[in-house]
């Protein structure tokens, strides 16, 4: 897809079928999200930076609200006022509170293939997870709020902005899911759903940080096809998705594969199709 985001078409995902009961094997129940710690920033609190020229543009809004969203969107809003972590995840919040605060956004449009989600891929030059897709998103400021409010809906367009140039004025904010954890960078993560009503072009706004920005149209994450379980040398093992030239893995794939699965969108696919990682994944 272009880096330049453009509106087409609509509708439910192509091939998309109801889930017939909880996935089964390596994948039962929650997916594991803990092994990659694909949060962009993760390495600087605060994550993108200082963003494109001219300052954030003003965000007069930040509640949820899920009034005029398209239809095939309502699967996804329903299953969000109802989740619990422990249906997307083993791994939770420590109970004491500890952790470092985070949010992503999960952006979702229409396209000229139908609806779409919103990616980027970390430079190939970075020491943690480098060439690895991953939601925009980022550590929490002081200024964005309390993490137990506003705070997460805030950071997730503003790292969003400052990664990708996405105007956040044209996002309506619709669901948050359950804060996730990622043990390994001690990210306490919450996942923010975003509905792209006036798409603006977005691109890489730092090099340095991130190789591209780019869409994947839901039909290609729900196509068996494009799907297979990453074998990590430690043993873990998660689902992936291969789109976009890109391998969707970790906590990115583990939150999408969720999504997919709790919206009845999930199709059938060959668990037993793998893709071996190295140990610097």
């Keep these: 897809?272009?880096?330049?985001?453009?509106?087409?078409?609509?509708?439910?995902?192509?091939?998309?079928?109801?889930?017939?009961?909880?996935?089964?094997?390596?994948?039962?129940?929650?997916?594991?999200?803990?092994?990659?710690?694909?949060?962009?920033?993760?390495?600087?609190?605060?994550?993108g930076g200082a963003g494109p020229a001219g300052g954030l543009p003003p965000v007069p809004d930040v509640g949820v609200r899920t009034a005029g969203l398209p239809a095939w969107l309502t699967p996804v809003a329903d299953a969000a006022r109802t989740l619990t972590g422990d249906q997307l995840s083993r791994f939770l919040p420590p109970e004491d509170g500890g952790g470092r605060q985070s949010a992503v956004l999960i952006l979702f449009g229409e396209g000229e293939r139908g609806p779409e989600l919103l990616l980027m891929e970390r430079a190939g030059s970075l020491r943690s997870h480098a060439g690895q897709?991953?939601?925009?998103?980022?550590?929490?400021?002081?200024?964005?709020?309390?993490?137990?409010?506003?705070?997460?809906?805030?950071?997730?367009?503003?790292?969003?902005?400052?990664?990708t140039g996405l105007d956040p004025r044209g996002v309506q904010l619709f669901g948050v899911l359950p804060p996730l954890y990622i043990p390994v960078s001690r990210f306490v993560v919450t996942p923010v759903l975003g509905w792209w009503r006036v798409p603006t072009p977005v691109a890489a706004v730092d090099p340095a940080e991130t190789a591209r920005v780019f869409t994947v149209p839901v039909a290609d994450?729900?196509?068996?096809?494009?799907?297979?379980?990453?074998?990590?040398?430690?043993?873990?093992?998660?689902?992936?998705?291969?789109?976009?030239s890109a391998l969707v893995w970790g906590f990115t794939a583990g939150v999408i594969d969720r999504i997919l699965h709790h919206a009845g969108w999930e199709r059938p696919w060959d668990r037993a199709k793998t893709v071996p990682l190295d140990w610097r994944a």
């Design 221 to 244: 994450l729900t196509d068996p096809a494009n799907r297979a379980t990453t074998v990590h040398p430690s043993g873990h093992r998660g689902p992936a998705f291969l789109v976009e």
């Design 133 to 163: 897709p991953s939601f925009p998103g980022g550590a929490l400021d002081p200024e964005d709020g309390d993490p137990r409010s506003e705070g997460p809906l805030r950071a997730a367009l503003r790292e969003a902005w400052e990664e």
């Design 1 to 47: 897809m272009s880096e330049m985001k453009r509106v087409s078409g609509s509708g439910a995902p192509s091939g998309g079928a109801p889930a017939s009961g909880d996935a089964t094997g390596e994948h039962a129940g929650a997916a594991d999200l803990g092994v990659a710690g694909d949060v962009p920033g993760a390495t600087a609190p605060g994550g």
